[in-house]
């Protein structure tokens, strides 16, 4: 999937820069983000909807909308699909250590820069005393 994906996002920045009146793309980059913020919304809606509906082949439908436009959003912030993909793994890799962890009430922290997601979370060891970082 990620390839479609990557594939849409390239096809898109292409499609940024044609003129809008034939490419939706480019009308979208044209109206700016909170249009793109507007149709990425109504897209999510309609798939909500869709699914509570059981109608799963308007999900699919409608899901690949919610990507277009997601992936339209991504271009005009200045993100990329590998942006998304690294904290995807990250967090898979966070969560992977966190199921190893003994079950404390101690949340894992939320990454808050960059330069966090480098250092190991911090947690209390069962039967232990935790190290204190200085
Ligand atoms: N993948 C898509 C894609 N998916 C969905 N859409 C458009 O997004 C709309 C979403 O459906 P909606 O019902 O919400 O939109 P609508 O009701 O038809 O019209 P509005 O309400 O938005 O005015 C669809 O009608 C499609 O026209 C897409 N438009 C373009 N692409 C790709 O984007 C690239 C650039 O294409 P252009 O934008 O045509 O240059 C190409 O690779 C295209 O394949």
């Not at 793109?36 to 509906?53: C, F, G, R, T």
């Not at 999900?59 to 699909?81: C, F, H, K, M, Q």
């Not at 480098?118 to 204190?132: C, D, M, N, T």
Request: proline residues 6%; without cysteine.
């Amino acid at each position: 999937m990620s390839d479609s994906l990557e594939r849409l996002y390239l096809a898109v920045l292409a499609a940024r820069d044609l003129d809008p009146a034939t490419s939706r793309t480019a009308r979208l980059f044209q109206r700016g983000p909170s249009k793109m913020a507007k149709k990425l919304a109504e897209e999510a809606i309609e798939v909500v909807i869709d699914a509570v509906n059981g109608d799963s082949e308007a999900v699919i439908r409608e899901s690949a909308d919610l990507l277009y436009n997601l992936t339209v959003l991504w271009a005009s912030a200045g993100v990329r699909p590998e942006d998304v993909w690294r904290e995807m793994t990250r967090r898979e890799e966070l969560l992977g250590i966190a199921e190893k962890l003994p079950k404390s009430p101690m949340k894992l922290p939320k990454v808050a820069s960059p330069r966090m997601a480098s250092r190991r979370p911090i947690v209390a060891l069962e039967g232990r005393a935790a190290r204190k970082r200085h």
